[in-house]
């Protein structure tokens, strides 16, 4: 009896001493996540983005999240406002971040006083986003572009018509509401040759005015490009983005590549936007962090003159902000080499 206790002690103590080594090297891990030059405290300042920030703090920003423990003071952590003080510490071995909310000092007088409205800070870049989401959109289905509304006709038999113009569209368009005027861009395709998508590009926007059959009459509020004879008709997409979604890697594991850059930009750096052959059904959603790869040189052996493939270099970050059913628009985050179509994407490592 005696022999098994110490035989049973030896275990406990064997499996504690694992136990403790698994949470040194969790915590170890944790700790290496920092930046070394991770600074003890940080003022939030106007113009600082979600992702800028998170980038002082950790080698890999979209681990964000993970910095933040038992704070109640951070019930969003997406709404940190200018003036707020994060300060880095250690919760039980593990690094994590406080936050001192900056407060206004106001001197009391017996008058009424207007205080500034104060914005939390965007998670990325958002002006970019909008702006190119006000001019891009995609339609999933050749077939599906098919059904919908387009223009037959200009007012006076115009071939291109402008703001204040009357347009003439066959199809279903709704009665109330604004409604966008779009030109087919390009066919998004897979490497094998699947078709993804097909892109449209907004040339104005147009409000109902009568129809009669199944022709309708539009009048061309704006246009930034003339509107020509079979442009599209559609009502226009929702274009605010959830200024609240946080950068982080997908849940499942995914791989594709870069397949397009809108605009027709051969080399992609920082803040430009691209074309993923990934989509929700991959299951992407906006904030979806992914690294991008770019294939090594194929050389000759100097000894064998055989080709042999380099291995493949991390070249930067891209972050999913509109993603549709196989297609996405992401921003690139980051980027150590100049980017190009055909770089692969795929989920870091969390």
């Not at 539009?218 to 997409?237: A, F, G, K, M």
């Not at 989509?279 to 906006?286: E, F, S, V």
């Not at 080709?307 to 891209?318: F, H, N, R």
């Amino acid at each position: 009896m005696a022999a098994k206790r110490r035989a049973y002690r030896g275990a406990q103590r064997g499996l504690l001493l694992c136990a403790l080594m698994l949470l040194i090297s969790i915590n170890a891990t944790a700790w290496e996540r920092l930046r070394s030059d991770a600074p003890e405290r940080y003022q939030v300042v106007s113009g600082d983005t979600l992702w800028g920030i998170a980038g002082r703090f950790l080698h890999a920003p979209w681990q964000w999240p993970q910095l933040w423990r038992d704070n109640p003071q951070i019930h969003n952590p997406h709404l940190i406002y200018p003036g707020d003080v994060l300060v880095l510490s250690d919760c039980q071995g593990s690094p994590c971040l406080a936050l001192e909310r900056g407060q206004n000092v106001v001197k009391l007088s017996p008058q009424m006083r207007t205080l500034p409205h104060r914005e939390a800070i965007a998670p990325i870049p958002m002006d970019v986003a909008r702006a190119f989401l006000r001019e891009h959109r995609v339609v999933d289905d050749a077939e599906d572009l098919q059904e919908l509304a387009y223009v037959v006709a200009g007012d006076d038999r115009r071939l291109i018509s402008g703001a204040g113009d009357r347009l003439y569209v066959r199809g279903d368009v709704p009665e109330r509401g604004q409604m966008g005027i779009y030109r087919q861009s390009e066919a998004y395709q897979a490497l094998d040759g699947t078709s993804l998508g097909l892109e449209l590009i907004n040339v104005g926007v147009a409000r109902y005015v009568s129809s009669e059959g199944d022709i309708a009459q539009l009048e061309v509020l704006s246009s930034h490009q003339e509107v020509r004879i079979n442009d599209i008709i559609l009502p226009l997409e929702e274009r605010e983005l959830n200024s609240e979604f946080m950068p982080r890697a997908p849940l499942n594991a995914v791989e594709g590549h870069i397949i397009a850059v809108p605009g027709g930009v051969r080399f992609i750096g920082r803040f430009q936007i691209v074309t993923l052959d990934l989509g929700t059904l991959d299951g992407l959603q906006a904030g979806h962090v992914l690294r991008v790869n770019q294939q090594g040189e194929l050389i000759n052996d100097p000894r064998t003159q055989e080709l042999v493939q380099l291995p493949s270099t991390e070249a930067g970050i891209v972050m999913v902000f509109k993603p549709y059913d196989h297609i996405s628009y992401a921003l690139v985050m980051q980027a150590s080499r100049v980017l190009e179509m055909g770089d692969q994407v795929h989920s870091p490592a969390h």
